[in-house]
């Protein structure tokens, strides 16, 4: 756009023009895997799991394994140019945004979070450095990073030159950017407000090694204290199945602390965390028990007596989670709602899940996983297929 002091360009030169590759591009995987390389040897990255992972992620194996579920013998090819907005709270879903625009294809101008992660600041780093290198002068183009403060003007420019815009936020930020219109024939792909539990089986607790206890606890807390609890995939609600629920939760949520003694609970989350414990207690009468004493200041857990009507209601954040428990799945029919995205389990029969699911036919759940994979990121997320969304497919009968 012509220039404007209210954007930042922080990666890129100049604004991309609309281009079009074919989807997982030998050179943007090339790419991504020396990308992958530079952040396993950047000691500033390996302090942060969150961009280990995505260093995991772009590394060539992945994404060749990704790129396995689109052969289909059909040419795909991207749409031109993507304009992504990324969320504020999650430092590293903007590079992951970037990526998808990438691998179908498509030229990028994506919005970074405002707040100044020191992880966006590794991966943009990151990015810029490989780019240099002369072998990737062609991708060099087609992507820029800008910051800016939210402004309408800003929006409707960069809606209307796109093929297809990306909103990763709230429903509010999906609100107010719809009023930017985009081109007639360009995609949307919206991830709104979304809520994730999880479901554990008592027994499963219980008979649990010690070994298999630790790794529990240690995946239930990646999914949960590492971002805060802001991620849409992090479960704030444990239901219980079984028969010694009671026995199970207090073994779970003692393991859970211990693996949460590392967490960096810094003086305003603890006060943000207790008046919102506060609040709870003076509000809601469905409330069986608080355990917060045991624990100290790094995990509150809220006993309610019965499954709540309003349940993607209840958002933890720094430690403090809610459960109660479940005769069967089946209960949970009439508070699963489009809101609802992942469904965390550990113990829990597979076919049964699967069967609830299909029989019922929800409107919500897109993901079904194990503890430990709530933030892994997938080219299938929210229930789109990203990368087949944001290319486009040429069909020819010769």
Known sequence: ????????????????????????????????????????????????????SVAFWCRRGNIE?????????LLHLGRGLLFHITPSNVPVNFVF???????????????????????????CQGIEEVLSHQEYRELRDTVQFVRYDRDKEINDYYSGICDGRIVWGGDETIGMLRQSPIPPKAVEVVFADRFSFGVIQSEAVVNASREELSRLAKNFYNDTYLMDQNACSTPHFIFWLGDQTEKGAEIFWEAVYQEALQYPLEDIKAVDKYTQLCRL??????????????????????????????????????????????????????????????????????????????????????????????????VI??????????????????
Not at 65 to 73: A, N, Q, T, V
Not at 97 to 123: C, E, H, M, T, W
Not at 333 to 348: A, C, H, N, R, Y
Not at 386 to 393: E, G, K, M, Q
């Open 97 to 123: 945004s970037y990526f998808f625009g990438l691998l179908s294809g498509n030229a990028n101008i994506v919005r970074l979070p405002s707040k100044d992660f020191p992880q966006v600041r590794i991966l």
């Open 381 to 398: 997320w929210d229930g789109y297929d990203i990368v087949r969304t944001l290319s486009r497919v040429v069909t020819h009968l010769l």
């Open 1 to 52: 756009m012509r220039e404007n002091k209210k954007v930042q360009i922080v990666l890129g030169d100049k604004e991309p023009k609309p281009t079009v590759r074919q989807v997982y591009d030998k050179l943007a995987v090339e790419f991504l895997n020396e990308l992958s390389g530079w952040l396993r040897h950047c000691k500033e990255a390996g302090e942060y799991a969150d961009v280990m």
């Open 281 to 378: 207690a003076m509000e809601r009468e469905d409330i069986k028990k608080i355990e917060q004493t045991a624990y100290s200041n790094l995990l509150y857990v809220v006993t309610l007596q019965d499954i709540p009507k309003d349940l993607e209601e209840l958002r933890g954040s720094f430690g403090l989670f809610f459960q109660c428990p479940i005769h069967n799945l089946e209960q949970l029919s009439d508070v699963i709602s489009p809101k609802s995205q992942t469904m965390l389990t550990f113990g829990v029969n597979s076919e049964k899940i699967d069967s609830f699911l299909r029989e019922k036919g929800l409107r919500g759940i897109d993901r079904v996983v194990p503890f430990g994979k709530a933030l892994d990121m997938g």
């Open 65 to 73: 394994k990704l790129r396995e579920g689109l052969e289909d013998g």
